[in-house]
């Protein structure tokens, strides 16, 4: 597929996601979303701060917690969803603090700025771009976080080049995302289900960081967080068994995919 086409497909499955208003490939597809969150890091205290409704289980890490946000930053968040990583980091930086969404979905930006008026979140604002073409300005944001999307984009170098430029000099990143611990099964890397599902537009954990690197960022740590909570083995979820009947007899999905945390500065 080429780039264009990739990036329709993707809008067009989180589309569905966002009126569906549940998770699929990279989260938790069934109504205990919130069990979920707690699984891959989020706790009680934080997940009171996140409106029901902007919590679809496509999360892969915590980013908020790896951030260290403080009181009247401006942070940015790529590939936003419903608002679940914004709500958080809005109530961290507080009311002089700001935090702005991007996503490319439409359904997605209008379920998020409809969750930040029903809970009366004013310092949260989401708008509709795609995360290789930021609509923000220049050295405008403290910190960048990301959950479980930038494996998505089929254009990698970009958003990272991207996410230097939006970044105040001294400026962070905090960003949760699916690697790869060694090359994929042929059919997952040519399956579209493999794909939107967050693991066939994974990269190398290795070629991760050199490419976070090569965009300008220094200190670029990327760190493994165990194996990937991606899909679970009974998942019912069409995509996701798509996934695993892909691999080979006697392989796990584990053995290939894991969880991530990449840190770097500006």
């Known amino acids: 597929m080429d780039k264009k086409n990739t990036r329709n497909i993707v809008r067009e499955a989180y589309g569905r996601i966002a009126q569906e208003q549940a998770g699929c490939g990279c989260g938790a597809c069934g109504p205990d979303s919130k069990e979920f969150a ?152 040519e399956s579209i289900e493999a794909y939107v599902g967050c693991v066939a537009g994974a990269i190398l954990v290795d070629e991760y960081e050199k490419m976070i690197s090569a965009a300008g960022l220094r200190d670029v740590r990327v760190s493994v967080k165990g194996s990937s909570a991606c899909i679970d083995p009974d998942t019912k979820d069409p995509m996701g068994r798509a996934i695993l009947e892909s691999l080979g007899e006697n392989e796990s999905l584990e053995a290939y995919v894991a969880s991530v945390h990449a840190e770097g500065w500006k």
């Open 38 to 189: 707690k699984s891959i890091g989020y706790s009680e205290k934080e997940l009171a701060a996140i409106p029901d409704a902007a919590n679809l289980a496509l999360s892969c890490g915590n980013p908020t917690a790896l951030a260290g946000l403080k009181k009247g930053e401006a942070v940015l968040d790529l590939g936003s969803g419903a608002g679940f990583d914004c709500f958080l980091a809005a109530s961290m930086v507080g009311p002089g603090g700001r935090v702005i969404g991007v996503d490319m979905t439409p359904e997605m930006v209008e379920k998020a700025r409809d969750n930040a008026k029903k809970n009366g979140v004013e310092n949260c604002e989401f708008r509709l771009g795609e995360i290789e073409n930021l609509p923000l300005g220049d050295s405008s944001v403290d910190v960048v976080i990301s959950n479980c999307v930038i494996n998505l984009s089929s254009d990698k170098p970009r958003v990272f080049r991207e996410i230097h430029r939006v970044l105040k000099p001294g400026g962070r990143i905090a960003i949760s995302d699916i690697a790869l611990r060694k090359e994929l099964p042929r059919g997952i890397r």
